[in-house]
Each structure stands twice: as structure tokens, then as C-alpha cells.
């Protein structure tokens, strides 16, 4: 299969959908690669590494979308990448169409067989492919809501870990998943105080044998949600429903009741966003402030550590590559129902119930379209 890698073009966007690495091992199995020019240039995978796995380089995306068979990119495509979307290729991203009508219709138009990276399943549960960007999502959110807790970037100008004398912040962690656990390392490590809420009893308990005193954990419920956010110097959002929109479990009230200069990171922006505040931002503008609450809501926050993130999610990634290029999308997918849950829209048609739902698309199972 001929395999196509054209350069991100969201805003601030430096991610790369493959690495020479991962070239290295599609080209081993008798698949071709073309990526295009300056690709990964920006975390330092230059056109020679990926042109000594293997790969050819072409100047521009149209060559990308033109030939290849299948295009393997990281975000979510713009509507000019959608344009050069044709039917029957295979685009393996992440998507988030949820909160994305647009988008949504323009796939469907294409005819594309779109697989999403974010509802792809794993054997032992779980998001395993959205997993690795959870991770760099909920570490950096607490990194991104030290620095703007600082006054000079509109804050209330308090430090996370305090100092020996003066309290530390209170860090509040909505939702205990991957996006939570990442983010309670860091907050803990901080020397931060730190609430966790989740409605998992089971993973409550989990954190508190490991964290023991150092942390506070409390069943989320509209009382407790309410309550640890009025006492919040920072409030992270990480709650996520597969491939639907985030509930909203911050209101508009209650974000206008919160201390000034109190900052929340809504990692789950890409659904939408889990504070009814929250608006999508870029690393360009981060933050807008809203009844004195700064808002940190970009929606593609791995992409400000780009070459971390682009590993990690390779490693995730490379393995569903490989079985799509080799036995095409019908097979792969008959083969791994895993991989078929990453089915989201197939022909014209919306293949993943959540979305279906949320757009008010009629929903085909994936199954129906591997006749």
C-alpha cells in the first residue's frame, strides 16, 4: 500500500503522524511511503532520516492526498485537507467529530474511510491510542495552570507548592482516567493540596493506596463538584464519554462564583469541553479570562511538547498501521474488533453510534459496511 504523511497545518500544530522510525517498519513490509517536504521538521525528524527509512518526499499535500492510499496524520483534518479527501482512501487520525458537525459532513462527503485514533479499543479496556496524548494532556495541564496562575498572565499570583509558611494552591482534578492520574502526579509532586473526584469508587480507591494522605478524594456529584471548585485555586477538566460530547459538569453559575484569578484547564476541549464556559483555544492565544476565571481550553495541548508527543503516539499508533496497509481496511477490520471501534465514518455514512447521535446522522454499524 502507498502510504501518505502530509504536514500538520493546524495552528501551532508540529506533531507528525509518523516517524522515521515507523517508516522504517512499513516500508520493511513491502508498503511504500511518501511524506511530504519538511513533514517533521520542526521536532527534528528531517527529510534525510525519513528518506534513509525509506520514504519519498513530495513538495506539496495535494501529491500526499493525490497518491497515497491511506493518509496517517495526527489532528483532526482542515476543511482544505477534506476537499482533497477521495472516496474509498483510508484517513487514520484523530478526529473528535462530536462537537464537530462540519467536519462530520465534509468526511462523509469525501467518501473516505475515516478510523479514529480516540475510539479505538484496547484488549484490556480502555483508549490505548488516546491514552499516550491523555498522559502528555494531564501532565502539561497542571504545568499550563502553574504558569497562568502567575499574575503577569492574568492569575491571582499564588504559587502551586506555596513555600515553608504560606499555603499551597488547591488543586481540584475532575475526573480520575489517564487524563486525571497524569495530572495528580504532577499536582502531588508540586506539593500542591489536591482533590480528585470521580464517580468509580473502585479507581478512588486505587489512588488512595497509592497517594494515601497527600491526596483528597471525593464521589463526584453536583455538591461535591460545587464545593471543591469554590475552594479551587486551579480546576482540571479530564472527563471523557468515547467518542461523544464531555458532559458539562462546571456551569456557567458556578464558574462565576470562583475566586478571581483562578485558572481551569479543560482537557476534554476536544469533545467539547467539560465546563459550560469553555471555548476552543490554539497555542497561539491559550486563554481567555471569563468572570475573572482564566480558561485554558486548547485543543491540541500535546502538540506544545510536539516531539514527545509524536513518539508516544507512534508507539500507539504504528501497530494498526501496519495490519490497515497490509490487509486493507475490510480485512483489518474483520480481523480486530478493536480496530473497528475506531470506525467512524465509511463511505458517506456515520459508523460509530456516539457520533451518530450527537450530530443527528442516521447511524450504520461498522459491520454492515465490510459486505
Known sequence: MLIGVPKEIKNHEYRVGLTPASVRELCSRGNQVVVQKDAGKAIG???????AAGASIVDSAEEVYGRADMIVKVKEPQPAECAMLRE????????????????CAALMKSGAVCIAYETITGPGGGLPLLAPMSEVAG???????????????GGMGILLGGVPGVAPAHVVIIGAGVV??????MAVGSGARVTVLDKNVDRLRQLDLVYGNRIVTQYSSAQSIEEAVLSAELVIGGVLIPGAAAPKLVTRRLISRMKQGAVVVDVAIDQGGCFETSSATTHAEPTYVLDGVVHYCVANMPGAVA???????NNATICHAAALAEKGWKEAIKDNAHLKNGLNVCLGKVTYEAVARELGHDYVPAKDMLH
Open 45 to 51: 525528524l528531517h527529510d534525510e532520516q525519513y528518506v
Open 139 to 153: 501532565r502539561m495541564s497542571i504545568q499550563a495552570g502553574a504558569a497562568h496562575l502567575e499574575k503577569s498572565k
Open 180 to 185: 486525571g492520574t497524569n495530572a495528580l502526579q
Open 88 to 103: 474509498g482512501q483510508i484517513l487514520y487520525t484523530y478526529l473528535h467529530l462530536a462537537p464537530d458537525p462540519e467536519q
Open 307 to 313: 516531539r514527545t508527543s509524536t513518539f508516544a503516539l
